[in-house]
Structures are given as structure tokens and as C-alpha cells.
């Protein structure tokens, strides 16, 4: 009985010793992709700002994701640990950053499409976990924002029209969904949604920042609860064929946060560009507590 016994506990700390302190598994890799929304767009400072385009934020909700059994973020882990310091930067400028058994390697890029969602990535063959939001641009996000700004959209063919070019983008993120599996074959894919940018209720719409938007808000929120039906109806699709993929709503808890949100805005409103014209790239963008508190509680949660 004793040497049984003696077997059962070397089984058991075997067990913990590879699944590693707190339940975090002995190794892990995180590969983060999507677009503005993920990248953390209108949230400086960015890593490797002076050779990339993409915005990458150090306070995207990439750098809050820890699954259950981690002590802390992948980010801070790969990173080495230490403090963070304010802006939530570990030191290096990298957006690839490997310490120990952890890497965690950001690829998110603002402005990005479904066909460019894979750009440049690395780490996707050990990746154990990798998130993203596409399709935003595919739908014309900005190109929505500045026209209805800029003029009344809240028409019939400009109903039509939008509804269509989301519609169609359906096959366009189921091939981008199997692409990310083939090559992240052993990898949890989840897919968030987008937060909605204008409030529900009229008295939250008729805020002073909201004026361009008058009369149109409702038709936007439509349009972007569309987006968010195709992009789970792609993900449950591409489920349904046995990919590892999760469809993460965020609308939900961003109820209240919206732009001139009753609850106080998660989302950036307009924002003047640096050069004076149009539209700041993160204006109607997650701000920090959008990225931290919204984007990245929600997909703790799934998770957990």
C-alpha cells in the first residue's frame, strides 16, 4: 500500500509540476492579430512607433489578457516581469517578447482587412491562444463615420448598400477564420465583436459630441449589431467543421460606455487629426478603459 501511495503522489506532482505554478500551464504562447480595435488604435504610446504604422498600444486589451492559472498577463510574463510603469510598457519597444516559457507576440495592425490579417505574424505554429476583431474595415468603418458626418446618410440605398457589403462579408472572415487555424493548428481562437460608438437612448444621442450624428445614430447602431450577427454567424460556421473557435460578444459591456455613454464613455469620440483634416485615426475607438475594462475583461471572462 505504501509504494501505491508513493506512486499516486509522484503522478500528482508530476501533473502540477506540468501544468506549472497556480494552475498556468508549463508553457504558453499568446498571438494576438485584428485590426484598430485590437491594436489599441487612439491609445499612446505605441510600441515601435518609429517603424510601424500599425498603433500598436502598449494598454491594448492584448497586454490584459491572463487566463485562468496565470498570476499575471502573458505580456507582463514574456516581458520578464517587473513594474510596469504608467503607460503599462515593460521596457522593450518589441511587440514580439519571449521570457522564459512564454511568448507573447502582437500583430494587430490599424486599418487591417480580413486579407491582411496574417501579415507578418509569427509564433502562430505554437501558439496556444490567439485573438483578433476583423472585419470593421472590410464594412467601411471609417469610411461610414466620415460620411455620415459629413452629410445625412440615414437614407434608404445607404441602408440597402451598407447591409449588403456586410452581408457579403460573411465567406471573406470564414476563409480568414481557417486560414488563422491552418496555421495555428493547435491554437484557441476567439473572436471578439465590436462595441457599439453611439449610446442607445436619445439623451445620451443628443450630446453636444454627438450633433454631426443627429437622426442617424440608430441606423448606425443597426447596422453595427449586423456586423457583430455576420461575424458570429462566420465563427459558428467555421465551429461547426471543428476549428477551436469562439465567438466573444462585447456590445453588452459596453452598454453605457459608449460615446456621451450614461455610465461614462469607454469609446473615443471625435478626435481633430494632427493635421487638422477629418478624422483622427482613434476617433469612435476603444479609450484605455474600453481596452482594459471592456475588451480585455470580456475575453478574461471567456477565458476563465
Known amino acids: ?15 502540477v509540476g506540468a501544468s506549472g505554478a497556480g494552475g498556468a500551464p508549463a508553457t504558453f504562447t499568446y498571438v494576438a492579430l485584428g485590426d484598430s480595435f485590437s491594436s489599441g488604435e487612439g491609445v499612446a504610446p505605441y510600441l515601435g512607433a518609429s ?5 500598436r498600444s502598449t494598454r491594448a486589451y492584448a497586454t490584459w489578457v491572463q487566463p485562468r492559472g496565470f498570476d499575471t498577463s502573458v505580456y507582463a ?5 517587473g513594474k510596469p510603469g504608467a503607460d503599462n510598457r ?3 519597444d518589441a511587440n514580439v517578447r519571449t521570457s522564459g516559457p512564454f511568448t507573447w507576440s502582437f500583430w494587430a495592425c490599424s486599418g487591417a482587412t480580413t486579407r491582411q490579417a496574417l501579415s507578418g505574424a509569427t509564433a502562430l505554429d505554437d501558439a496556444d491562444l490567439v485573438t483578433l476583431t476583423i472585419g470593421g474595415n472590410d464594412a467601411g468603418y471609417v469610411d461610414v463615420l466620415v460620411q455620415c ?18 452581408d457579403a462579408l460573411k465567406p471573406k472572415l470564414e476563409t480568414t477564420y481557417r486560414a488563422i487555424a491552418n496555421e495555428a493548428p493547435r491554437a484557441r481562437i476567439v473572436v ?3 462595441a457599439q460608438p453611439f449610446p442607445a437612448t436619445r439623451k445620451e444621442q443628443s450630446c453636444a459630441g454627438l450633433r454631426l450624428f443627429a437622426g442617424e445614430q440608430d441606423m448606425l447602431r443597426a447596422l453595427g449589431a449586423r456586423l457583430n450577427g455576420t461575424i458570429a454567424g462566420a465563427v459558428a460556421d467555421v465551429a461547426e467543421s471543428g476549428v477551436n473557435i469562439a465567438y466573444v460578444p462585447v456590445a ?8 456621451c455613454g450614461r455610465k461614462g464613455p469607454w469609446m473615443a469620440g471625435i478626435k481633430v487629426s494632427s493635421t487638422g ?3 483622427d485615426p482613434g476617433s469612435f475607438h476603444p479609450n484605455v478603459k474600453g481596452q482594459r475594462d471592456g475588451y480585455g475583461a470580456a475575453l478574461n471572462a471567456a477565458l476563465g
Request: hydrophobic share 50%.
Open 51 to 55: 517603424t510601424t504604422h500599425c498603433d
Open 1 to 15: 500500500m505504501r509504494r501505491v501511495a508513493a506512486v499516486i503522489v509522484l503522478v500528482a506532482a508530476l501533473v
Open 77 to 81: 510574463l514574456a516581458s520578464g516581469g
Open 277 to 279: 483634416f477629418g478624422l
Open 149 to 166: 458626418g459629413l452629410s445625412r446618410c440615414n437614407t434608404a440605398a445607404f441602408r440597402s448598400q451598407r447591409a449588403a457589403m456586410i
Open 192 to 194: 471578439l465583436g465590436y
Open 252 to 259: 453588452g459591456r459596453f452598454a453605457g460606455h459608449e460615446v
Open 90 to 92: 515593460y521596457g522593450s
